[in-house]
């Protein structure tokens, strides 16, 4: 196809209208399709609309479990984070705690030391 057709008329179109033209007649035509299909349906009215109220019936109840085995499958995925991220907070002020205690216990004997050499240092300077 090229960039541009003359259509039955000899008006020049583009691809993209077209494109647009067909898609419109193909939809238009398989509605029109489907409707006069039923129609002509071998069964009467009645029977036809008790069909289609039944798979309409068929079709919510395979919806509703549908529905209900995402909610279960969501509730378990969030069961599953929700447990590792309590486990990992866990970890975390583990990891936390211990480093605080270090750094206390650092500080502490950094304390100790320079008390050790204050004391020295006044010392020597009483001396002088």
Known sequence: MTDSNRNETGVQIT??????????????????GGIVGLLYAPK????LR???KVK???????????AKDVGTKVGSTIREV??????????I?????????RAKSALEAGKE?????????????ENA
């Open 56 to 66: 309409a019936g068929e079709m919510k109840e395979k919806a509703g479990v549908t």
């Open 15 to 32: 691809t993209g209208e077209f494109t647009r033209w067909f898609t419109t007649a193909f939809g238009l035509g398989f509605v029109v």
């Open 82 to 91: 929700s447990d590792k991220a309590r486990e990992q907070a866990k970890e």
């Open 44 to 47: 009467p009215g009645k029977e």
């Open 50 to 52: 008790e069909d289609i």
């Open 113 to 125: 030391e320079f008390g050790k050499d204050g004391e020295d240092g006044e010392a020597e300077a």
């Open 93 to 101: 002020k583990t990891r936390t705690d211990d480093i605080l205690d």
